[in-house]
């Protein structure tokens, strides 16, 4: 919802040029490419078949390697698949699935608030960070990734998940870089300047 | 670990920021987005903002002040006063905050939590509940404080979470704006009642009322307004002084 426009008046605030679109010539057109999102997996991947910008985005992410930054849902999406609201394909550019956590009996979903990530040495995004600094999370369901080596980042909610994923110039991150202050417009102003 | 939250609370009145005791004689505190921005820069886990006059005035919420402060500050926001549905849940979410808190049309209208958590999540709507001390038991208070409805607040509380709210603001109104520490009895009852957070608010006046909130009323945030307006401390010092009493709080760290 609101995390569409807190993206892109971040971007902006970083001094890159932004246009929210759903169009698939704006996707051709663009030197990068941001996925938020707020929903559920299904919806998300509809929504996307139904706008007709799956192929676009297939051509801009796989064949032109156009760096893409997914967030939250965004992130999500670019799994093989996703058991929120039913069994849906992804996707597929990040090899796993997502699934909803369980952080067991004395935790509560969503997982809600600040939490400290645990980063991969190295990965472009988290240039200039610490090793754990702290995100804003809103989510309930995680990425379960095939390859632990694309996982650049993980965070511990009653048991270890993905907070960030990189597989070539396929970028994910499961929490809210426009809403986690100084550390969060970092990360974006790293993709902006990659 | 999740961290306790440190949660400066913006009153707004008119398009300014205003500070009360007891829920009147309000003063002016300056400007909403000029404060909230020096609030972002001292790293304040989140921002609540309660427009109190809406309900009582019939009109509108304060949505453009949420927008231009969410266009500033790329922090958690929560925003509430005034909101008595679904659509308006919706423009405060667009306008860019994360939450929405809702207390007087929760009251008189309990199926706008159910329908507000079906539609947009149960993380993005708050119960904010207002309370006074009645002997024995806390009365919910409506209308800013005005109005007295007889329901217990802890079984308000209770009946909120099960509704589908995601997180529960206690104000006590008896502590409000006194620096005289939170109600910690009231917090801990309605900690213990629900298993979502709870913030707890009204009556921080030094760095030991938030430690003593969170680890004796089982509080997940402290909601700040006194403390920032009118005494020394600032949202480093207590940082600080939470860690040091081993309360996990989020560091700065570059």
């Known amino acids: 919802m609101g995390n569409l426009r807190s993206v892109s008046k971040a971007v902006e605030y970083l001094g890159a040029e932004v246009e929210v679109s759903n169009s698939d010539e704006k996707i051709a057109e663009a030197e990068k490419l941001i996925m938020p999102g707020v929903g ?3 919806d998300g991947m509809k929504n996307l078949a139904e706008k007709d910008l799956i192929s676009a985005l297939h051509s801009a992410v796989i064949s032109e390697k156009k760096p893409v930054l997914g967030i939250c849902l965004g992130m999500q999406l670019f799994a093989e698949d996703g058991e929120e ?5 992804g996707l597929g550019w990040v090899p796993g699935s997502v699934k909803k956590m369980e952080p067991g009996p004395d935790l509560k979903l969503p997982h809600v608030g600040w939490n400290d990530i645990s980063q991969k040495e190295g990965n472009p995004l988290f240039q200039g960070l610490s090793k754990n600094p702290s995100f804003y999370f809103v ?14 980042a993980t965070c511990n909610y009653g048991g270890e998940f993905v907070a960030a994923v990189q597989k070539n110039n396929v970028f994910g991150l499961q929490f809210h870089p426009e809403k986690s202050q100084r550390e969060g417009l970092r990360v974006l102003e790293n993709f902006i300047n990659m | 670990m999740l961290k306790k939250r440190l949660i400066p609370c913006i009153l707004l009145k008119n398009g300014r920021c205003v500070k009360g005791t007891n829920f009147t004689n309000f003063r002016d505190t300056g400007n909403p987005v000029t404060t909230s921005k020096t609030y ?7 921002l609540i903002f309660l427009d109190i006059t809406a309900t009582n005035e019939g009109r509108e919420p304060s949505f453009d002040i949420i927008r231009s402060v969410a266009d500033e500050c790329f922090m958690p926001i929560t925003a509430g006063g005034g909101v008595t549905n679904v659509r308006q849940i919706r423009e405060y979410l667009l306008a860019g905050a994360d939450k929405v808190s809702i207390n007087t049309a929760a009251v008189e209208n309990p199926p706008l939590i159910e329908e507000g958590a079906s539609i947009f999540g149960s993380q993005c709507i708050v119960a904010s509940i207002d309370a006074r001390k009645k002997g024995d038991f806390y009365e919910v208070y409506t209308h800013s404080g005005t109005r007295s409805t007889g329901i217990d607040a802890i079984e308000w509380a209770r009946k909120s979470a099960k509704l589908g709210a995601g997180e529960i603001l206690i104000t006590s109104i008896d502590r409000e704006g ?22 707890a608010s009204g009556g921080a006046g030094n760095l030991q009322h938030l430690v003593d909130v969170i680890v004796l009323g089982n509080a997940s945030a402290v909601s700040l307004s006194y403390i920032l307006n009118f005494t020394d401390q600032n949202l480093i010092k207590m940082k600080a002084y939470m860690k040091n009493a081993g309360i996990e709080v989020r560091d700065f760290k570059f």
């Open chain 1, 40 to 42: 559920s997996f299904g």
């Open chain 2, 178 to 199: 006194t620096k005289q520490g939170y109600d910690i009895d009231l917090v801990k009852q309605v900690s213990d009642s629900v298993d979502i957070p709870v913030i």
């Open chain 1, 139 to 152: 989510h309930s369901y995680a990425l379960e990734c095939a390859d632990p080596t694309f996982v650049s």
């Open chain 1, 85 to 89: 609201g039913g069994f849906h394909k």
């Open chain 2, 40 to 46: 972002n820069s001292q790293n304040a886990d989140e």
